[in-house]
């Protein structure tokens, strides 16, 4: 199993998509989930509609990751439609090729699609139907409400060579033991991942390896 580290690897809230949380997750080669949008024309990472002067702009957030020694996934949680092409050219500015999107709209998505950028197509107790999910080698696999999905259904995930990206509970602000103990049964597949803020506790308690 593999981390992705929501928002960056980060101990106080206060600190979730900055800097220094994405160049602590970098630093030991885990990835990251981050939110990208749209301000004035230029992409800034932030969740909620930011104000100006923002902090952080895309730009420096790939060029922390370009020159990071390891290039491990990113995970682009799209905020805004209608970045497809201004986003793609700055991943290939900074050479960032090890990524997916996704969070769209779905006539959002059919952008992605047509330009080839690899994106994550979402199952959750309310997108059951596998729909997109068949054409992408992503999945986004949520529970906003309580686990409703079983190893099972991951096994079979993986087995379809699909990558699956579990959203651990406590995101959703819900225990993650249960899940994490499941998860198991699992955890040494290469392809499995876990977007999670707690870091330090997953490399405790989880068989956790890198990109």
Known sequence: ???????????????????????????????????????NGELVISHDLPKMPT?????????????????PLLALNIKSDGLQKILMAKLAKYAV???????????????????????????SEYETE??????????????????????????????DSKTVIVVSPELHKRQHKTLWNELKLVEKSANLYLCTDLIDEAMGELYVTKD
């Open 1 to 39: 199993m593999k981390l992705l580290c929501h928002r960056g690897w980060w101990r106080e809230i206060k600190d979730q998509n900055s800097i220094d949380a994405f160049r602590l997750a970098l630093t030991h080669g885990y990835g990251i989930e981050t939110d990208v949008r749209d301000l």
């Open 55 to 71: 902090k952080i702009s895309f730009d420096s957030f790939l060029n922390l990751y370009s020159e990071s020694r390891e290039k």
């Open 97 to 123: 090729t090890n990524y997916f999107v996704f969070d769209m709209s779905i006539p959002d998505t059919l952008g992605y699609m047509k330009l080839n950028m690899p994106y994550a197509a979402r199952l």
């Open 130 to 159: 596998l729909g997109l999910a068949e054409s992408s080698p992503y999945i986004w696999l949520d529970a906003f409400v309580s686990e409703w999905y079983d190893i099972d259904l991951i096994s079979q995930l993986l087995e």
